[in-house]
């Protein structure tokens, strides 16, 4: 039988922290003169953006990530105390951001991790919220073998994490039926999600630090580390 796991990319196999750095390098100046911290604004931003797009999935309205992740910058920028955010940050500033977030990078240990597993006769799957041009172009610089035609994009099915009904499309997609499929993902929510659409569940503490099973429920495999992560499912796919 097929080993398949599916991974989550920005926050799991992809970090931030190109996101963060570009922010304090344009802003964090004028930021800091309102108390405002550079790599909390991003993440911030990164929070609420994911909040409202799901949201508005939720409520059967589907907008894409990137649209809702640009238009609501401003207020964000208001949140965090700025009076006249339009004054410290502009539509060019807005752009320049969205395009540098395209060139995050991949996290330490995550080509290590990918390549494992496929050594090891796994199938490896990509499922995001992201577009697919940028999510193909962090893969293709960080050597992530995961090709195109095993990337699946809530864009294109229509429907936003961490509702079920995106897990089960992803089923759907890879045609597994009843067979045991993996998820792997550094987001306690995504992983918890996917457990309850009957996959496995991997979580690697990178991203958020503390699992919090009490709040998310047991994995089936928790670890801090991505390459970690692929031994161990290894371990159990054998």
């Excluded at 961490?162 to 306690?188: D, N, S, T």
Aim: charged letters at 25%; hydrophobic letters at 40%.
């Amino acid at each position: 039988m097929t080993k398949i796991i599916v991974f989550d990319i920005v926050g799991t196999l992809v970090s931030h922290e190109h996101f963060y750095t570009t922010i304090d390098q344009r802003l964090g100046p004028s930021l800091r003169k309102h108390n405002v911290s550079a790599r909390l604004l991003g993440f911030a931003w990164l929070e609420s953006a994911e909040r409202e797009y799901t949201y508005l999935s939720l409520s059967g309205k589907y907008v894409p990530f990137a649209q809702v992740f640009e238009a609501i910058f401003f207020r964000v920028l208001h949140a965090a105390g700025v009076p006249e955010p339009r004054k410290l940050a502009t539509e060019e500033d807005v752009k320049f951001f969205l395009q540098e977030y395209k060139s995050c990078r991949v996290r330490p240990g995550a080509k290590e991790c990918i390549d494992n597993l496929k050594a090891n006769g796994w199938t490896v799957w990509a499922f995001t919220s992201g577009d697919r041009a940028r999510v193909t172009g962090y893969f293709e610089s960080g050597g992530i073998a995961i090709d195109a035609e095993h990337i699946i994009t809530c864009d294109e099915i229509g429907v936003g994490k961490p509702e079920l009904r995106a897990y089960e499309k992803v089923k759907e997609k890879i045609g597994v039926g009843e067979q045991e499929v993996w998820f792997a993902a550094a987001h306690g929510w995504d992983v918890s999600a996917a457990g309850r659409a009957g996959f496995k569940t991997a979580y690697c503490t990178v991203l958020e630090s503390e699992a919090l099973e009490d709040v998310f429920g047991r994995m089936d495999v928790v670890v801090d580390s991505l390459v970690e992560l692929g031994e161990r499912v290894v371990g159990k796919g054998v």
